[in-house]
């Protein structure tokens, strides 16, 4: 300024943007109205203004932080997935686009209960919706300090989060009461969130930063499921395709840039390792991979990072009840057969079991065995799913030969054994070739959008034209759910190629035997 031209130093930063920049409607909070004068002087009026730009065609534009000097090569910003039982985080370098860091932890909630509806009525308590935000809050704030500890960056040089979770997760994270997510007719506070200040989550982050949640379709389909049909880009593809979340809750969306359709169904904590006698997380020393001798039935085992056995993760499940199943060592409704001559199949305090590792073997000192209540379990889990898809196909008039792509999603996702998966009948019997494997498609989708306007422009539309079907209403639903809880399914016609292998997998084993006797 000069004594022709001494506009005050906000109306200089306005007017610098409109004319330089074609940022019109400029809005400067009061924190950074507070900094204007010091940080224009310290940088001799050469400054880096952060803006959040206005998607909305006339909409407002910003000042998020103002910073002396040329700052532009600093521009840092946080992707994270609040998931019910584990939060992950990547750190983006919104100059280059590359990702710094990425960390994980435990949602602490995870101790008031494995499920949403466990926390929603936690939540319920006095106190208990203030203690389940606070937990929420802590859980994201050791990821970022894992990311920050990892990545050299300067907690002051943050700038946003991206955010996504399911609809319960995101209720609790704000502190909006989820009372009626779990009753009928199952109505949530809001779907859509505006930009909030990080710090008025509790979040350890510059006054400046702001949290940009995805928005949710329904009580029990999440942002994170947006985040993930956005991620994989399934809103934009004519393939049909089939997206698969699949972790504590199971999501499902089928459709392509036409039209979109979902549901939700609760699968339980099976398939990250919850409700299994010796199951774990993903972590070293969780079994991984499993086959078993036709004749001695005896298990060759491998474990994360190639540690001594400590228990069983959900992947490793998923293929040691596949294994045992094709060989005939349970049947079609998860029971060990009692008359084959082993002493890894025994009689245990919950029924018959199968050890795994005998206890001289593994890293616990004990005996890692599976037993017919944890096939039970996954039973349960893996017929949600399958029943969710057949439902849902059969409500848009689909069969599963419809089906031009399948998209898993979600940490067990990630891991998932396809041809295992398919033997249990946890997943519909397609071509391995239209599978696509996304990872965890919530962070995806957060990731993405943290480093690019292009996906957050599109998003409100693509979910108000995503149609929402709770299973629990459709007729039908708890008829194909109970006729899913066998291997792999109580109509074999769905399965042909299983039932096929079947055969020639124990008609080969009866042969073995005949010729040994």
Same mark, same amino acid.
């Given at each position: 300024p000069d004594a022709a031209d001494n506009m005050?130093?906000?109306?200089?930063?306005?007017?610098?943007?409109?004319?330089?920049?074609?940022?019109?409607?400029?809005?400067?909070?009061?924190?950074?109205t507070r900094k204007i004068r010091r940080v224009l002087r310290d940088g001799d009026f050469k400054v880096t203004v952060t803006i959040a730009k206005t998607i909305r065609e006339g909409g407002k534009n910003f000042v998020l932080n103002i910073q002396a000097g040329n700052w532009l090569e600093r521009n840092f910003a946080l992707a994270v997935d609040l998931g019910t039982t584990t939060i992950y985080g990547?750190?983006?370098?919104?100059?280059?686009?590359?990702?710094?860091?990425?960390?994980?932890?435990?949602?602490?909630?995870?101790?008031y209960g494995e499920d949403v509806i466990s926390r929603i009525i936690q939540a319920?308590?006095?106190?208990?919706?203030?203690?389940?935000q606070e937990l929420a809050a802590s859980s994201i704030n050791k990821v970022i300090e894992k990311l920050l500890r990892q990545s050299g960056v300067d907690l002051d040089e943050l700038t946003s989060l991206t955010?996504?979770?399911?609809?319960? =997760?995101?209720?609790?994270?704000? *502190?909006?009461?989820?009372?009626? %997510?779990?009753?009928?007719? &199952?109505?949530?506070?809001?779907?859509?969130?505006?930009?909030?200040?990080?710090?008025?989550?509790?979040?350890?982050?510059?006054?400046?930063?702001?949290?940009?949640?995805?928005?949710?379709?329904?009580?029990?389909?999440?942002?994170?499921?947006?985040?993930?049909?956005?991620?994989?880009?399934?809103?934009?593809?004519?393939?049909l395709s089939l997206f698969i979340d699949i972790g504590t809750n199971g999501e499902i969306v089928i459709g392509n840039r036409?039209?979109?359709?979902?549901?939700?169904?609760?699968?339980?904590?099976?398939?990250?390792?919850?409700?299994?006698?010796?199951? =774990?997380?993903?972590?070293?020393? *969780?079994?991984?991979?499993?086959? %078993?001798?036709?004749?001695? &039935?005896e298990p060759m085992i491998i474990t994360i990072a190639n540690r001594p056995p400590l228990g069983i993760?959900?992947?490793g499940l998923l293929i040691i009840i596949a294994a045992l199943f094709e060989l005939g060592v349970i049947d079609h409704r998860g029971y060990f057969q009692r008359e084959l001559e082993s002493p890894r199949i025994r009689q245990g305090r919950d029924g018959y079991e199968y050890v795994l590792v005998w206890g001289s073997e593994s890293g616990t000192g004990s005996d890692i065995f599976l037993t017919e209540v944890d096939i039970e379990n996954f039973l349960r889990a893996k017929a949600a799913i399958f029943a969710g898809v057949k439902t849902l196909l059969e409500e848009v008039g689909l069969t599963v030969a419809d089906l031009e792509q399948v998209i898993l999603a979600g940490t067990f996702g990630s891991f998932l054994d396809l041809d295992s998966a398919v033997t249990v009948g946890l997943l519909p019997e397609v071509e391995p070739e239209k599978v696509l494997y996304v990872g965890n498609g919530s962070l995806m989708g957060c990731w993405m959008s943290g480093v690019s306007n292009h996906i957050r422009r599109h998003v409100v539309e693509v979910v108000r034209r995503i149609t929402n079907f709770e299973l629990s209403e459709v007729i039908g639903f708890k008829d194909q759910y109970v006729a899913s809880m066998f291997l792999p399914h109580t109509d074999l016609a769905l399965f042909?190629?299983?039932?096929?292998?079947?055969?020639?997998?124990?008609?080969?084993?009866?042969?073995?035997?005949k010729e040994e006797s």
């Open positions: 005050s130093d906000g109306a200089r930063i306005v007017r610098y943007l409109r004319e330089k920049h074609g940022v019109h409607r400029v809005v400067i909070n009061l924190p950074v990547v750190l983006l370098d919104l100059y280059t686009g590359r990702v710094l860091a990425k960390a994980a932890e435990y949602n602490e909630q995870i101790s319920e308590k006095p106190r208990g919706l203030e203690l389940m955010l996504a979770g399911n609809t319960t =997760m995101s209720h609790l994270l704000l *502190a909006l009461e989820p009372h009626n %997510i779990r009753r009928t007719p &199952y109505v949530p506070v809001n779907t859509f969130f505006p930009p909030i200040r990080a710090t008025d989550l509790g979040l350890k982050m510059p006054d400046h930063s702001v949290v940009m949640l995805y928005p949710a379709i329904s009580s029990y389909v999440g942002g994170d499921i947006v985040a993930g049909v956005m991620g994989s880009g399934m809103y934009r593809t004519d393939k036409e039209w979109l359709v979902c549901s939700a169904c609760s699968a339980g904590p099976a398939f990250e390792g919850g409700g299994i006698t010796h199951g =774990m997380r993903a972590a070293a020393g *969780a079994i991984r991979d499993f086959s %078993i001798h036709p004749l001695t &039935y993760c959900g992947s042909p190629y299983v039932g096929e292998r079947l055969k020639s997998a124990r008609s080969g084993t009866v042969r073995v035997r």
